[in-house]
């Protein structure tokens, strides 16, 4: 399953831009994603699932490029997207 954030109308989406995850120092890294997995609204399907879990999830989402780190400009804030 992959993880999706909460649902945002396309007229109030910001601009971003991809950042590569692997040019990301690791902490950072696991910050953004750990914020993202406990963000209220991110659908995880079935509930529960321990924080590390979660956290595997994702970065093997990003590897795989099913998800990826775009910087918002304009919230000046990370987030975790699905590729498209």
Do not use: H
């Not at 971003?16 to 953004?32: A, H, Q």
């Amino acid at each position: 399953m992959v993880a999706t954030s909460p649902k945002i109308p396309a007229n109030q989406q910001e601009q971003g831009i991809e950042v590569p995850y692997e040019r990301l120092d690791p902490e950072t890294l696991r910050n953004v994603i750990q914020e993202f997995v406990t963000r209220d609204g991110a659908d995880w399907g079935e509930v529960g699932g321990a924080l590390e879990d979660k956290v595997a999830q994702v970065m093997q989402q990003l590897r795989n490029r099913k998800v990826k780190v775009v910087f918002e400009l304009k919230s000046q804030t990370a987030n975790i997207v699905v590729c498209r």
